[in-house]
């Protein structure tokens, strides 16, 4: 693949997937950007509509699948009944063991589409609600969102779930992606390297601190009790979920985009609540870290997207598996550029000194 699959500037806040502005790629539907990611080039027309209807026919689960979500426990987050699904439809894809190009291909174009679904049946079972199929006329936001729901979403909520899957396509070297290419550079399976994935994103310190900062809203409820909340956490020496970033040391481009769509929803649903209360908390971290003590603390692509879901009523234990349905794409583009290079990753012990 020639142009490299992503470019952050840490330092003047700038990240592009294959050199394309994320600012620009939030513009595009997620079917585009999960192309560019695993294809290395934007589609044409033409291109896009076919790639989108090879994932849109890929949608579907079979009466196995839900059989297997029936067994889950639903008391927990999505996030376990994704893995363990994924481990359990790997065994019956034909292209299991095919790593042709083709063959990759194919296996990355089934479980880019299926991901959602599996993910939207869950919770649908979860609260005792009959699963619903996924809707070939509409884009992959808001198929995920009338799966979950049951009914044609709002087109402003269609929307941000669309961006909020391309925000979380790629980063990267970020953890989940390294398990990812760990994994495939040992020349295992698709499959594998997405388990992987997803195993590394769940954690609070990654994908996990979305569901952290919907629980942090929660116990800060209004603008006003924000102040002791921030003020608490740092004399505790306990992290802000949803702020730092290892590589960002200004504002991540991904949370000012997040930022602006939190406050478009607020205003259409006439509530800025949460709005406000995130902003407030936003404001002390800012005061006390960045301009008192000097320390690059900003809100992360996590910050914002925690409040999007609580106007759009996802539940916490959607949260991770929100981030993995956008990540998608970028584990398997990371793992087809891990496959070209045909070399085991294989660091040694001192190198973890430098993590
Ligand atoms: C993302 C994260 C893991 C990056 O970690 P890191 O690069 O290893 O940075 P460190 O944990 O070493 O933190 C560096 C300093 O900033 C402080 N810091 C970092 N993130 C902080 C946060 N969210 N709240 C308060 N202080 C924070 C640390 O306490 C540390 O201070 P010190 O130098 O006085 O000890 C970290 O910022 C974090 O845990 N954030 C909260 C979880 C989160 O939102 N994760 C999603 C990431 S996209």
Redo the contacts with the bound molecule.
């Keep these: 693949m020639s142009k490299n699959i992503c470019f952050i500037d840490g330092l003047e806040g700038v990240l592009k997937y294959r050199e394309v502005d994320i600012k620009e790629l939030v513009e595009l539907p997620y079917d585009a950007v999960s192309y560019l990611l695993i294809r290395g080039e934007l589609p044409g027309e033409q291109e896009l509509a076919e790639y989108s209807a090879r994932l849109h026919a890929e949608r579907g689960i079979n009466r196995e699948v839900l059989d297997i979500i029936r067994m889950c426990n639903f008391n927990i987050d999505a996030m376990e009944a994704l893995r363990t699904v994924i481990c359990f439809i790997s065994q019956f894809d034909p292209d299991l063991n095919d790593s042709s190009p083709e063959g990759n291909m194919r296996k990355a174009i089934r479980l880019i589409a299926i991901v959602p679904t599996i993910v939207a049946t869950y919770y649908r079972m979860a609260n005792g609600k009959e699963p619903l199929p996924p809707d070939p006329s509409l884009s992959h936001g808001a198929n995920f969102l009338h799966m979950i729901k049951g009914s044609k979403p709002d087109p402003l909520d269609a929307e941000v779930m669309e961006k909020d899957f391309i925000l979380s396509a790629e980063?990267e070297l970020?953890a989940s992606t390294f398990s990812s290419r760990v994994t495939a550079s040992t020349m295992s399976d698709l499959y594998s390297a997405v388990v992987s994935g997803l195993c590394t994103l769940k954690g609070?310190?990654?994908?996990?601190?979305?569901a952290?900062?919907m629980t942090m809203l929660n116990e800060v409820a209004s603008p006003e009790n924000a102040e002791k909340f921030v003020l608490g956490?740092?004399a505790q020496?306990?992290?802000?979920?949803?702020?730092?970033?290892?590589?960002y040391k200004t504002y991540?481009p991904r949370g000012a985009i997040f930022k602006q769509l939190a406050k478009k929803l607020a205003e259409s649903r006439g509530d800025m609540h949460w709005y406000a209360t995130a902003e407030a908390i936003e404001n002390v971290?800012i005061r006390e870290?960045v301009e008192k003590?000097g320390?690059?603390?900003y809100p992360?692509?996590?910050?914002y997207s925690g409040v999007i879901y609580k106007y759009m009523e996802i539940p916490p234990q959607l949260a991770t598996s929100i981030f993995a349905i956008g990540r998608i794409s970028g584990w398997i583009a990371h793992c087809f550029d891990q496959y070209d290079r045909k070399k085991i990753i294989r660091p040694r012990a001192f190198m973890l000194d430098e993590?």
């Design positions: 980063h970020n609070p310190l990654h994908g996990g601190a979305r952290e900062v956490k740092i020496k306990e992290k802000i979920m949803g702020f730092g970033h290892r590589v991540d971290v870290l003590r320390k690059p603390i992360n692509v996590d910050f993590c």
